[in-house]
Each structure stands twice: as structure tokens, then as C-alpha cells.
């Protein structure tokens, strides 16, 4: 086929409010390099990724919870995920799901022609284990809010299922992200894990990864939003900030405290979840979307032996394994709703505005 010289895509041109993005119909396509496929992206999942990068919430100068909205004041050395400056422009979306146009000079040809999803984190093969050479797709490399997007060939897995682009696009980022962090806990059948923030793309992973190791799960979310998400399997599904979590445990699931906590929201409602840990539980953490400063009594930490971990980049296995649980049907997608690409502002918005239960998605 001949490609085009030129693209529609959706570009960041500074931290900020919606308007430091705009949509563009003359964007060139990207070239390609020896270890890099060209996608024709076929559907782009949100995550809060693009909202936090593209307000500057990840510097140190912002205390208050995530909003979408741009801060007057932004660190200029640490305004994204990983500490360090963005180059601008930049195209956002790290959940691309696409068809392989192009096949750089080291790469294989078979490639042509199969439909591909992205592994979010861009690896320095020579050291793939070492996070510091790590970085996002989206972020530190073009993504997929675009007709077209490269990818290293190492970073894209053919993918064999009868799912739709969209639904496909749901999973990446949202899925990698919980299954790292039950990872990271080390969660077994014998756990019972609490999973805040339920409703969300991380969330309703999280509730899903734990059913499928076997553990009995509680989820926290919104009343409202408890019907779309019984078919998550969850074993309980509470208010998003109970009076009385003890007392909403004890009368769910029979028993007041949980061996694991598996939290992306932070702010206020922390020292309740951290209380209702029991001894020897663990806390696992990849988000703060209600607020990064929170309050942790200390004897609660020490007294009670827990164990507490961050979870970012992480290991090369567990997209693999994701893409296992994809195509044997272990796991799946929750589609809220799809945007044109030119709508990713009002797509974003209603991300933003979290009245949707799972992933939003926006399509070329």
C-alpha cells in the first residue's frame, strides 16, 4: 500500500488546561527506524497518564488532587510520570491497538499485516530490566492519538482474539498497571483484597486480576455505579467512602480486615483503608487521583508489620501474560464509551469527570 505523507492527530504543545492540546489534519506521518513497526492505529484507550502529563500534575509543586485542569505552578525539572521534562510536541495514548503497515530494516516481515497491541513501556533492550532506562509510551515517545504511530518491534504483541480495536484498546495501560501491582504484592487465593477506586479502567482490572489469582475481593466505588460492575466478579461492592469500613467488611464478607489493599485514589479516605489492614498485610499503590498528600500513622505501619509498595514500571513478563489472559478469555474488556479522534478533548473531559464505569476510547 502507499502511505501518506500527512495525518490526522492530536498533539500536546505544553503542560496545561484542554487548549495546550489541538487536533491537526496535516501532522507528518512518523518515520520509521530499523527496530520500529509502523501501526495504523486502529482505537486509543485514555488513561490518567495523558490528564496528569498533559496538566502537570506529576510535579512535586502540586499537592491537590487530580482535576484535569493546568496548575499555575509546575516544577519545570519534574512535570511528568518519570521526574523528568517532556519534548514538546508530543502525542499522547499509550493503549494503541493497530494494524502493522511497515516493517523497519531489523525487523521481521511477517509482521505485515497483523494486528498488533502495544506494550506501554518503551524498554532499552540491552538492559530491559533496568527501570531507569525505562520509559512511556505517549510520553518520552509519540503514542497513539494519531492515524499512525510507530512502535519498537519488541514493544508490540500480535494479538488473536475476536474483539474489537476499542475493545482491545481498554487494556493495556489500565490492565498492566493492576497486574503489576498484585504483582507486587505477591497476591495469592488466600488474600482478601480491597480494591479502591473499583469503577475505574485501573480499578475494574484490579478486581478482575484478583478473582482470576483466586483471592475474595471488595471493591469501593460509587453506589450508582455498582450495577454496571457486578459481572466483575467482585465478592463485595461498597461505598466509595463508608462511614464505617470495619463495619461495612464485617457485614459483606464476614470478617473486619483485609490482607491487601490495592489503592489508586489516596487522599482523605487513605488512613481508613490503611486501618483495616491486618497483621502482616500489604499495601500496593499506582495512583492518587483524590489527592498524593495523606496522612499514615506510623505505629499503624510498624505495630502491625506491613508492608507498603510503590508500583510504576513494570516487569517485561507481565504484558506477555496479559496478552495470554486476553486471547484465552481470562479476562474482559469494559468499554465505556468511543470518541473520534478529533473529539479526544470532550473524550477527555468525560474521563475526567468519571461518571463512566471502565475505559473510554477514541478511534481514528
Known amino acids: 500500500m502507499t502511505l501518506p505523507d500527512k495525518m490526522n492527530a492530536y498533539v500536546l504543545h505544553r503542560h496545561g488546561d484542554m487548549d495546550a492540546m489541538s487536533f491537526h489534519t496535516d501532522w507528518p506521518v512518523p518515520a520509521i527506524g530499523a527496530d520500529d513497526v509502523l501501526i495504523r492505529v486502529g482505537a486509543c484507550g485514555l488513561n490518567n497518564t495523558d490528564v496528569n502529563t498533559r496538566s502537570g500534575w506529576y510535579s512535586k509543586a502540586v499537592t491537590d488532587a487530580t482535576s484535569g485542569d493546568g496548575y499555575e505552578t509546575v516544577d519545570a525539572e519534574d512535570p511528568s510520570w518519570g521526574g523528568a521534562p517532556l519534548a514538546f510536541p508530543r502525542i499522547q495514548g499509550a493503549d494503541a491497538v493497530g494494524t502493522v503497515v511497515a516493517v523497519g530494516a531489523n525487523g521481521d516481515s511477517a509482521l505485515h499485516g497483523k494486528r498488533v497491541i502495544l506494550d506501554c513501556w518503551q524498554r532499552d533492550w540491552d538492559d530491559p530490566m533496568n527501570r531507569d532506562k525505562t520509559g512511556y509510551f505517549g510520553s518520552e515517545r509519540d503514542g497513539g492519538f494519531a492515524e499512525y504511530t510507530t512502535a519498537d518491534r519488541r514493544n508490540v504483541a500480535v494479538i488473536e482474539s475476536d474483539l474489537t480495536d476499542a475493545e482491545l484498546a481498554t487494556f493495556s495501560c489500565s490492565y498492566s498497571t493492576a ?186
Do not use: W
Request: neutral net charge; aromatic residues 4%.
Open 179 to 364: 497486574e503489576g501491582m498484585l504483582s507486587r504484592a505477591a497476591v495469592t487465593a488466600e488474600d482478601v483484597v480491597l480494591v479502591t477506586g473499583a469503577s475505574g479502567g485501573v480499578g475494574s482490572a484490579l478486581i478482575q486480576l484478583a478473582k482470576r489469582r483466586g483471592a475474595t475481593v471488595v471493591g469501593l466505588a460509587s453506589e450508582a455505579k455498582h450495577a454496571a460492575m457486578v459481572e466483575l466478579g467482585a465478592d463485595a461492592l461498597l461505598p466509595r467512602a463508608p462511614d464505617d469500613l470495619r463495619g461495612a467488611l464485617r457485614a459483606a464478607i464476614g470478617r473486619d480486615s483485609v490482607t491487601v489493599v490495592a489503592d489508586i485514589v489516596g487522599g482523605s479516605a487513605f488512613p481508613a483503608t490503611i486501618d483495616v489492614l491486618a497483621r502482616g498485610g500489604r499495601y500496593t499503590c499506582s495512583g492518587a487521583i483524590a489527592g498524593p498528600m495523606v496522612q499514615l500513622d506510623l505505629r499503624t505501619l510498624y505495630l502491625r508489620d506491613l508492608t507498603f509498595t510503590g508500583s510504576t514500571v513494570v516487569a517485561p513478563h507481565i504484558f506477555t501474560d496479559l496478552v495470554g489472559y486476553i486471547e484465552r478469555g481470562e479476562v474482559r474488556p469494559l468499554l465505556a464509551a468511543t470518541y473520534k479522534l478529533a473529539d479526544l478533548a470532550v473524550a477527555q473531559q468525560a474521563f475526567i469527570d468519571k461518571a463512566h464505569v471502565g475505559n473510554i476510547v477514541v478511534t481514528p
